[in-house]
């Protein structure tokens, strides 16, 4: 949006003129239809698209050349769809994997055609709304969890960890104007608590690790790089350290989770549905069952998880682990180009944030890290339609475009504002 003055004849007073950009204002709703979507249902979905294709439609001469750029991206899509050539329910897997290829692009089109400080307020500005509606309108599930105006527990909580992460980033970017953090500062107050309100655990440990290492890294930046690199390396050990421990005490972990929380041994029978999704891979370890093919009624498998965990309306339901879930359905080949995805999402995401402070390349870093470490417990991507897989896969393209635009700016900690 940018004002600017109109002269009529000589003597005239300037007149404002306000210019509206029309990606900003396309981004804005294709974000917003998107975070509502468990609110909005097919309404939020059709504005989503409706949204998002136009902006990929305003420029048809760059759609070729930014699929070209980024032309390895879709190979995941890709590969969702051809599995209905094994599925057990083929019209499932063409049906997910076309309308996942579809949120790829649009997902790649607002990261293009976007600034990255735009992207992240523009995000920012939907999350806040979907917080505000849901403290005043949400409504709670029958064992007496807040759910906002969203429909699942993991979705409200991953929702509102997305508000304080735009949040944090905002904050503590101090090239950003006063109103700008001050927002920041506002989404934060508000997010946090709903983390706690939704009651994931799963959602709230990953937040405090991500944060706690987005922190280090910015803490950094001042020093000379061989404290740096120490104090980096330092964060690792401690880190692993952590993880090592955790799996050692990991019986006195789960009796204090179960004494806290009310969950039981299994953290919500994760260890025996790991165990059976194990099985299920060893039975078609490259192929997999099916993009979206294994969770359906009639699948003997999936009916005797439902039956056992007493989800009556059998949806809704997963393996608890983005990699065992993904190797399932698309095998090792769909669990490879999943990992392709975020591994180099992380790789280029970090290397941003050491060279930069900006507001875009902390969320970055710190959204693609969530996704990683929720990964363990959680399958928070790849889905059409899904808010954190457009994040993540706009933090993985903003992060190229940063590697191979603004090389120059980085060094002057500008690397966050290419256009």
């Known amino acids: 949006m940018i004002t600017g003055y109109q002269y009529q004849g000589s003597f005239a007073?300037?007149?404002?003129?306000?210019?509206?950009?029309?990606?900003?204002?396309?981004?804005?709703?294709s974000l917003n239809a998107l975070v509502l979507v468990s609110y909005l249902g097919s309404k939020g979905v059709l504005v989503f698209l409706a949204a998002g294709l136009c902006m990929l439609l305003r420029r048809p001469d760059r759609a070729g050349v930014e699929m070209r750029a980024f032309w390895w991206i879709y190979l995941l899509p890709g590969w969702c769809i051809l599995s209905l050539?094994?599925?057990?329910?083929?019209?499932?897997?063409?049906?997910?994997?076309a309308q996942l290829g579809v949120t790829f692009l649009i997902a790649a089109t607002m990261a293009n055609r976007l600034s990255p400080i735009v992207f992240l307020r523009l995000l920012f500005s939907a999350l806040a709304l979907a917080g505000v509606a849901s403290l005043l309108f949400g409504s709670l599930r029958f064992d007496g969890v807040w759910l906002g105006i969203f429909k699942?527990?993991?979705y409200y909580a991953f929702t509102m960890v997305a508000l304080v992460l735009c949040s944090f980033a905002l904050l503590v970017d101090r090239t950003e104007s006063p109103v700008w953090r001050g927002a920041g500062f506002l989404g934060l107050a508000m997010g946090l608590?709903?983390?706690k309100m939704a009651e994931s655990l799963g959602a709230t440990l990953a937040t405090v690790f991500v944060l706690a290492a987005a922190l280090t890294i910015l803490f950094t930046h001042a020093l000379p790089f061989a404290r740096r690199a120490g104090v980096l390396a330092l964060f690792g050990v401690i880190a692993l350290a952590g993880i090592l421990a955790g799996?050692?005490?990991?019986?006195?972990?789960?009796?204090?989770?179960?004494?806290?929380?009310?969950?039981?041994?299994s953290l919500t029978g994760r260890t025996e549905l790991w165990s059976l999704a194990l099985g299920e891979?060893?039975?078609?370890?490259?192929?997999?069952?099916?993009?979206?093919?294994?969770?359906?009624?009639?699948?003997?498998l999936a009916e005797q998880i439902w039956a056992e965990y007493y989800i009556l309306s059998k949806s809704g339901f997963n393996f608890h682990n983005l990699f065992l879930s993904n190797a399932v359905e698309i095998g090792l080949i769909g669990l490879l180009l999943s990992t392709a995805l975020l591994v180099p999402?992380?790789?280029?995401?970090?290397?941003?944030?050491?060279?930069?402070?900006?507001?875009?390349?902390?969320?970055?870093f710190m959204a693609v890290t969530f996704v990683l470490v929720l990964s363990m417990v959680e399958v928070p991507v790849f889905f059409e339609f899904d808010a954190v897989t457009v994040m993540v896969l706009v933090s993985l393209v903003q992060s190229i475009r940063a590697a191979r635009e603004v090389p120059h700016a980085w060094s002057h900690g500008q690397g966050g504002h290419f256009s």
């Open 13 to 29: 007073a300037p007149a404002p003129i306000l210019t509206i950009c029309p990606n900003t204002v396309l981004g804005y709703l």
């Open 85 to 97: 050539f094994w599925a057990e329910h083929p019209y499932l897997s063409l049906r997910h994997g």
């Open 152 to 154: 699942s527990k993991n």
């Open 193 to 195: 608590p709903q983390i």
């Open 247 to 265: 799996l050692h005490f990991q019986d006195q972990i789960l009796d204090l989770i179960i004494e806290r929380t009310g969950k039981d041994p």
């Open 281 to 300: 891979i060893a039975r078609s370890p490259i192929l997999g069952t099916g993009y979206r093919a294994f969770w359906v009624e009639g699948s003997p």
């Open 345 to 364: 999402a992380l790789f280029l995401s970090t290397r941003w944030l050491m060279r930069s402070r900006s507001a875009p390349a902390i969320f970055c």
